[in-house]
């Protein structure tokens, strides 16, 4: 494995019965690398991008996510690691309904390393960033769609993690929206020299990647 590298699978598969949704996957990630995975429904886009991230366990084949062999970590080790260095943001979001924005946002800090002041101060510099200051203290089911997608980006962030995985983070979004949204994260990956790898079915949207991953069938074709 390369220095530079983030992430690694080897011979990645996943099978749900007799199913191969995933099949012998093979791919490397620079760190700092903005890859975009694209394919038709049901190819195995999200299987992918939840097996890579250490979501789900494959069946086959072994992946190394920032220097760490995610397929042999138990289930707490693995949780803890995610917490620590990965980000998400998933298509529906995910807000927890009776939490707050910043309360939402917040959630995957640790407590007992942050003061309440510290962790409501790193939120609202978030949500700041994502032109949300006027809704901090919503609950997501006031929010926009645009708007819960928004604070859904704040909490992936919010430790400052080296790799984001995202499935579809505009997905639901007009397409006005889903652009300021992905200028964000391009912004991001700029700034910071975080690791982005996205789903998307949008081309255009890929086109702003380093590199496009395809995927048919459960397998990647190019
Ligand atoms: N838990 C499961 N049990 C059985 N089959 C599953 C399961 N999860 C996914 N599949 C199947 O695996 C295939 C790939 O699903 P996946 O969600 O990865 O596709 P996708 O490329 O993300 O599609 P979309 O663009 O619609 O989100 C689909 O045919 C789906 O029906
Ligand atoms: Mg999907």
């Known amino acids: 494995m390369s220095k530079e590298a983030i992430l690694k699978a080897t011979d990645l598969g996943k099978e749900y019965g ?41 069946s086959n084949g072994r992946v190394v996510l920032n220097d760490k062999d995610i397929t042999a970590a138990s289930e707490d080790d693995l949780a803890l690691f995610r917490r620590k260095n990965v980000g998400f943001i998933f298509q529906s979001f995910n807000l927890i309904p009776t939490l707050s924005a910043w309360e939402n946002v917040v959630l995957p800090l640790f407590p007992e390393k942050m003061s309440e002041q510290a962790r409501r101060d790193r939120a609202l510099d978030l949500l700041h960033r994502m032109e949300m200051d006027h809704r901090v203290d919503h609950l997501p089911s006031t929010l926009s ?6 604070v859904a980006i704040a909490r992936a962030l919010v430790n400052s993690p080296k790799i984001v995985f995202a499935d579809e983070p505009t997905g639901n979004l007009d397409s006005q929206t889903g652009e300021s949204i992905m200028n964000i994260l391009k912004d991001l990956h700029a700034e910071n020299g975080m690791s982005l790898l996205m789903v998307t079915h949008d081309l255009d949207l890929a086109k702003a990647a380093d590199r496009i991953i395809r995927m048919q069938d459960g397998e990647v074709i190019s």
């Open 145 to 150: 769609g645009g708007e819960k997608q928004r």
């Open 18 to 58: 007799a199913l191969c949704v995933v099949k012998e996957v093979s791919m490397t990630m620079e760190t700092g690398e903005f890859i975009a995975i694209v394919g038709k429904s049901g190819s195995g886009k999200t299987t992918l991008l939840s097996l890579v991230s250490g979501l789900e366990r494959p």
